[in-house]
């Protein structure tokens, strides 16, 4: 069975200030996938990334990085210079590569983020 | 514009009534799923198809139905026996059986029995 835990259920911080989501996940698969989505108020998730099990390099997309840790199975993400319109439900989700169950997205349960002016 | 579109965006039901939620991509991706979404929680998987005219249960099937019939529709029908169906219902697709299989997800339908 596959598992998503996010610990952070809300953060708040001031405009400008750097933010770490956390992500912790647990899997019997050898080969999966790992994705962060953004759930602005309007309700559509935004995909924002995935991850390769294999592949461990780090990202970094502008204000956003992407720190995967196949060791301690955890794959964290950071906004730096945090602004107003980073303000969202911020989802991790797993997912198998391979077998029958491929494709099935594991949400966690979300990190509400508000950031003030 | 491709996308994928879901109607309505509200949505009241009767309880003991059946409701169909719409789900529509015009991106040609082969699979599509449907998820639940409670206050304050994660989305949890209700239905899943990888390919027209087959389909498969997620985690929390009892009380919906599901038909693909078409590639680029999967419409979600709440029956009565959902005991509690009030929850954001979000539509989502991929490209399928390739690489990476992010999901791109549509507005989705806020539905409240009343």
């Known amino acids: 069975a596959q598992k998503v835990t996010q610990a952070q259920t809300e953060i708040s911080v001031v405009e400008k200030e750097d933010v770490t989501l956390d992500c912790v996940y647990e899997?019997?698969?050898?080969?999966?996938?790992l994705f962060w989505y953004k759930q602005p108020p309007s309700g559509e998730l935004v995909f924002l990334i995935r991850?390769?099990?294999?592949?461990?390099q780090n990202e970094i997309s502008g204000r956003y990085s992407w720190n995967f840790q196949k060791s301690t199975s955890s794959f964290n993400f950071t906004i730096t210079a945090s602004q107003v319109v980073d303000s969202a439900v911020y989802f991790c989700?797993?997912?198998?590569?391979?077998?029958?169950?491929?494709?099935?997205?594991?949400f966690g349960q979300g990190t509400i983020l508000t950031v003030h002016p | 514009d491709g996308g994928i579109t879901q109607s309505p965006k509200y949505l009241f039901r009767k309880e003991g009534q059946n409701v169909t939620l719409s789900c529509e991509q015009n991106?040609?991706?082969?699979?599509m799923y449907w998820y639940r979404q409670d206050p304050g929680q994660g989305l949890r998987l209700i239905y899943y198809?990888?390919?027209?005219?087959?389909?498969q249960k997620g985690d929390i099937a009892e009380g919906y139905s599901v038909s693909r019939e078409k590639k680029e529709s999967f419409p979600l029908t709440v029956t009565s026996a959902q005991k509690n169906p009030t929850a954001f219902y979000l539509c989502a697709s991929s490209i399928g059986r390739v690489k990476g299989n992010e999901q791109f997800f549509g507005p989705g339908t806020r539905l409240t029995v009343l």
């Open positions: 198809s990888q390919i027209v005219n087959d389909f």
């Open positions: 899997t019997r698969d050898t080969t999966y996938y």
């Open positions: 991850r390769n099990s294999f592949d461990e």
């Open positions: 989700a797993l997912s198998p590569a391979g077998g029958t169950s491929y494709g099935k997205l594991t």
């Open positions: 991106l040609n991706h082969d699979a």
